[in-house]
């Protein structure tokens, strides 16, 4: 009787935090028009079909994003792995440093994969506002630019531009493939 119970409080926990999970990748994503950095039109859906880690942040950041991109580019290659590709995107919050002339070799320092997008002032805040994403600039380093404090999740999308989940970079790049993995198993 009391396993039975424990069962039930289980299942119930369990429903209660799809139900969450679900709730909060409804809550965000949707559509954007921007510009990846060889100099085309971009949309949330991947060109070719792939899923994709999507991060919001800088090229050429010196804190959160040196982290989390290092990060991304372990998840896409331990996928890889087991014949997984996925897409590593990054929308700028800083358009005025992250340039299409800029950011290719800033971002392909961590993978070759990586996609760097910008875009005009409305179509990012278009797209900062389907991800809820906030952002303000913080002081302007001497040496690296202005240093904005900005999220540091990390959304995954299918190749539709969907957001599957959100993941936070602090529990690492194995536990975020093997996530990244259970929620494309899933999908397909």
Known sequence: MIARALLALCVGFLSAQTAAAQSLTDAVGGSFMLTDHTGAARTEVDPDGQPQLLFFGYANCQEICSAVFPTMASIVDILAEDGTTLRPLMITVDP?????????????????????????????????????????????????????????FIYLLDGNGTVLTLLPPVLGPEMMAQIVSGYLNEAS
Request: net charge negative.
């Open 96 to 152: 005025d440093r992250d340039t299409v002339d800029t950011m290719a070799e800033a971002l392909h320092v961590h993978h070759p994969t990586f996609v760097g997008l910008t875009g005009t002032e409305d179509a990012l805040q278009a797209a900062y506002e389907a991800y809820s994403v906030e952002f303000e600039e913080l002081f302007v380093d001497p040496f690296y630019g202005t240093v904005f404090s900005h999220g540091s």
